[in-house]
C-alpha cells in the first residue's frame, strides 16, 4: 500500500530531488566545458559564457585532454587506477557472494556470531589496521605492490559486501532451493544456476559501490603503494600534476572530468539495477 501524500509534500520532495540534483549536475557540466576550452578563455571568463554562444564548438579543444595524459605520468595513473579498481571489485565480490551464500544457509548458532563479526569488522575503522598490516607487509614483500593492495581492498570490502549479500540470500524464496534440491541439485549448482541470476540486482549494486570506493580512494592507496611513479593511482597523481604544472592550473579540468568519468560510466551502465538491488533484500522480506 503506498503511502498518502499532499500535494504540499509531494511539492515538497520534488523540489528537494531537484535541488540535489542540480547541486549535482552543475559541478559536472561545469568541470566539462572548462576542460574543453582554450587556455585563455578559461583564465579571462567563467564556464557559463559558453552559454551565450553554445554553437561556437569550433574554438573548444580536446588539447587538454591529450596534455593530461602524456604529462607527469598521469597516463600511467589512469592505467593503473583502472587496473586497481577492476581487481579490488571483483575479489571482494566474487568471495562476497560465495560467502554470503553460504552464511544465509547456514542453520546454526554459528549463524548469528558470524553476522556479529561481520558487523564488527565493517564498523573497524581503516585506521586501526594500517600499522599492523603494513608491517605484516614490509616483512612480506607485500607493500609497494598491486597485489598487496588487492588483499587490502578484498579485506576492507568483504564485511559489507557479505552483510549486504547474506541479507539479500537469505531473502530469497527457500522452496526455490528446496525444490532444486530435491531435483537433485548440490549446493554449487543451486548458487550458480539460481541464486546467482536471482541476484544480479543485489550485485550491480555491490559492484558499483566497490568500484566508486576504489577509484576514489587516496588513503589506502598511499599507505600501501606509497607514491612511486609505476603504481601510483590518478588519485595520487592529481595533487602531483597541480604541483608540477603551476600556471597551467586549467589542465586539473582535463584530468578532473577523466577521473570522474570512468565511476560515471560504471554508475550508468548499472543503474536501472541499482535501486532493485538496494532495496531488494527488504522487498523480498
Excluded at 267 to 280: C, D, E, M, T
Amino acid at each position: 500500500m503506498k503511502p498518502n501524500r499532499g500535494p504540499v509534500a509531494g511539492a515538497v520532495l520534488n523540489a528537494f530531488v531537484i535541488v540535489a540534483m542540480l547541486v549535482w549536475v552543475i559541478p559536472t557540466i561545469a568541470l566539462l566545458t572548462a576542460s574543453v576550452r582554450p587556455e585563455k578563455e578559461v583564465i579571462a571568463t567563467g564556464w557559463w559564457t559558453v552559454l551565450n554562444s553554445p554553437l561556437k564548438i569550433t574554438q573548444h579543444t580536446l588539447r587538454d585532454y591529450r596534455q593530461v595524459i602524456s604529462t607527469q605520468g598521469s597516463g600511467i595513473g589512469f592505467r593503473n587506477s583502472f587496473i586497481i579498481s577492476s581487481i579490488g571489485t571483483i575479489l571482494p565480490v566474487v568471495i562476497a557472494a560465495l560467502a554470503a551464500f553460504g552464511l544465509a544457509h547456514l542453520e546454526s548458532r554459528a549463524k548469528t556470531v558470524s553476522y556479529a563479526m561481520t558487523v564488527c569488522l565493517a564498523g573497524t575503522p581503516l585506521l586501526m589496521t594500517f600499522a599492523p598490516v603494513l608491517r605484516a607487509y614490509n616483512r612480506l614483500g607485500l607493500s609497494g605492490t598491486f597485489l598487496g593492495l588487492w588483499l587490502a581492498r578484498m579485506g576492507y570490502g568483504l564485511p559489507f559486501a557479505v552483510f549486504m549479500l547474506s541479507r539479500f540470500f537469505g531473502a530469497l524464496p527457500k522452496d526455490v532451493f528446496e525444490s532444486s534440491y530435491i531435483d537433485g541439485a548440490s549446493p554449487s549448482t543451486a548458487f550458480f544456476r539460481v541464486a546467482l541470476p536471482l541476484s544480479v540486482p543485489a550485485l550491480a549494486s555491490l559492484v558499483i559501490f566497490q568500484f566508486l570506493w576504489v577509484w576514489n580512494d587516496l588513503l589506502v592507496v598511499l599507505t600501501y603503494l606509497g607514491d612511486a611513479s609505476d603504481v601510483s593511482a590518478v588519485s595520487t597523481r592529481l595533487p602531483g600534476l597541480a604541483v608540477f604544472q603551476g600556471p597551467s592550473w586549467h589542465l586539473l579540468c582535463s584530468a578532473g572530468f577523466i577521473s570522474v568519468a570512468v565511476p560515471l560510466l560504471v554508475f550508468f551502465s548499472l543503474q536501472k539495477y541499482f535501486v532493485r538491488g538496494i532495496l531488494a533484500g527488504f522487498l523480498l522480506e
